[in-house]
């Protein structure tokens, strides 16, 4: 079985209102409670896949450090150095290290840490020289033609940088070539369109890195959604789905946004409402 290690990039502090969608402040801030300008702290973390071949698997990324001073206030990105790359040095792992990269979607706060930092007037590059990156072809077609109301969540230039790589896996199914028959991925588009999911069999049952459809612990209760969902009644009626198969099977959730916690177990009470038990035996990096 592989060795599954959390790696926090980046850290952001974006909009309660806009993470937490029509749910009522009064609501939300009992969770997730914000600062003076109505700012809450999220994460972006990755997962370090381990396999006994050898082999690194991260999936995603997180938010980087690529942009600008001036863009990366705007968005809440607290560091200016590129964390991920500091944490994956932490267990001995060098850039070049990283055989594939697994991107649920294109947007920045999941795929940016796929740049070097920024640099006054340095083109963007990759991090990552030798990776194999993993996309869904409905998010590869949504990162080339984002619609206007989500085009800000993208990266210019990103999507040509991939393609001149050579190490791009477009994917149409809930396999992948690269990755081998060891990963299954579950498919969501509520969020946006192709949502990967990654489903990875660990020692004591299935790990689904639950991106964006599950970004946090508040987000587990099935009403919860985010301002920034493309289609809100969708993502419940799918994390109704992924929820109930992953309880069934004694699966984990992977919270890639949750400021405290990684991995969670399900839990179920008699109303059928869920909830995430911390689980502590995978011990975040950083």
């Not at 840490?113 to 869904?136: D, N």
């Not at 991925?185 to 990967?196: E, I, K, Q, V, W």
């Not at 508040?218 to 993502?235: K, N």
């Not at 699966?251 to 009470?269: C, I, K, N, S, W």
């Amino acid at each position: 079985m592989p060795t599954l290690l959390p790696v926090l990039g980046n850290s952001q502090r974006l909009d309660g209102g806009a993470m937490f969608g029509n749910a009522p402040r009064a609501l939300w801030e009992q969770w997730c409670p914000p600062d003076a300008g109505g700012l809450i702290p999220l994460a972006t973390r990755a997962l370090l896949v381990q396999e006994s071949s050898g082999r690194n698997v991260l999936l995603e990324a997180g938010v980087g450090a690529f942009f600008p001073p001036e863009l990366r206030a705007r968005y809440g990105v607290a560091e200016e150095a590129h964390v991920l790359i500091e944490h994956l040095a932490d267990v001995g792992l060098a850039p070049a290290d990283i055989d594939i990269v697994v991107l649920s979607h294109l947007h920045f706060d999941h795929a940016g840490g796929l740049l070097e930092a920024y640099r006054p007037g340095v083109p963007p590059s990759l991090a990552f020289p030798a990776a194999t990156f993993v996309v869904s072809d409905a998010a590869w077609a949504r990162a080339r033609r984002p619609h206007v109301r989500d085009r800000a969540s993208f990266i210019e230039g990103l999507p040509d940088l991939l393609e001149a790589s050579g190490r791009l896996e477009v994917v149409d199914g809930d396999r992948s070539a690269t990755l081998g028959p060891d990963y299954r991925f579950h498919r969501s588009d509520g969020h946006t369109p192709g949502l990967l999911l990654t489903e990875i069999d660990a020692d004591d049952g299935p790990v689904v890195f639950a991106a964006d459809l599950v970004p946090g612990r508040p987000w587990i209760h099935l009403p919860i959604t985010m301002g920034y969902d493309r289609f809100p009644e969708l993502v419940i009626d799918e994390k109704t789905v992924l929820l109930d198969d992953l309880h069934r099977r004694g699966g984990r959730l992977f919270l890639t946004h949750d400021p405290e916690v990684a991995v969670v177990e399900l839990q179920r009470d008699d109303r059928g409402r869920f909830s995430g038990i911390p689980c502590h035996k995978l011990d975040r990096i950083g």
